[in-house]
T-cell receptor
Framework: GDSVTQMEGPVTLSEEAFLTINCTYT??????LFWYVQYPGEGLQLLLK?????DKGSNKGFEATYRKETTSFHLEKGSVQVSDSAVYFC??????????FGTGTSLTVIP | GAGVSQSPSNKVTEKGKDVELRCDPI?????LYWYRQSLGQGLEFLIY????????KSGLPSDRFSAERTGGSVSTLTIQRTQQEDSAVYLC???????????FGPGTRLTVT
């Protein structure tokens, strides 16, 4: 079945460090892929998305490229800030109405 | 404009009691989703509404769980005879249509004692 596997956390980085959070997926069709972010005390927010292979989603300095050959959608940021501390969720949506979410990766950025 | 709102924000209930959780989607959003987020787990899909109908109820964990949506707007998730394993954060999301991105509410934290 359709599913998402993402890197387990928690992840702790120093400010300005490079961030990668791995996400791989299994899907029977041609999924759209998403990264959602949940800041402390807030609801989930869409961070970026990609709807077809080789698309790159980007927002707030974060990027992820839809790699069909490796079934991956890794999240990257070149220089993290304290304000990036949050839980990040990878998700996919195939045809139909259901989103499949990963378990979330908690990121803490220390000054 | 206003985002998705949920109430209550926190609910503590005794095992065996019934609870109702409410979701107010963004105005004009026809699609509405309920998810459950347990400690250390990802988001578990519960149910999806398109308008007032629920074409996909596959995620409801048991017959103690039910949901309805009226007027194409507000939705209520009801859990009957709550169990301790029902303790989780229940999230609601809405979208303009089933093909568009979802906007999430802040969630209701349910604790069953």
């Amino acid at each position: 079945g359709d599913s998402v596997t993402q890197m387990e956390g928690p992840v702790t980085l120093s400010e300005e460090a490079f961030l990668t959070i791995n996400c791989t997926y299994t899907a029977t069709g041609y999924p759209s892929l998403f990264w959602y972010v949940q800041y402390p005390g807030e609801g989930l927010q869409l961070l970026l998305k990609a709807t077809k292979a080789d698309d790159k989603g980007s927002n707030k300095g974060f990027e992820a490229t839809y790699r069909k050959e490796t079934t991956s959608f890794h999240l990257e940021k070149g220089s993290v800030q304290v304000s990036d501390s949050a839980v990040y969720f990878c998700a996919l949506k195939v045809t139909g109405n259901q989103f499949y979410f990963g378990t979330g990766t908690s990121l803490t950025v220390i000054p | 404009g206003a985002g998705v709102s949920q109430s209550p924000s926190n609910k503590v209930t005794e095992k065996g009691k019934d609870v109702e959780l409410r979701c107010d989607p963004i105005s004009g959003h026809t699609a509405l989703y309920w998810y459950r987020q347990s400690l250390g787990q990802g988001l578990e899909f519960l149910i999806y509404f398109q308008g007032n109908s629920a074409p996909d109820k596959s995620g409801l964990p048991s017959d103690r769980f039910s949901a309805e949506r009226t007027g194409g707007s507000v939705s209520t998730l009801t859990i009957q005879r709550t169990q301790q394993e029902d303790s989780a954060v229940y999230l609601c999301a809405s979208s303009l249509s089933q093909f568009r991105e979802q906007y999430f509410g802040p969630g209701t934290r349910l604790t069953v004692t």
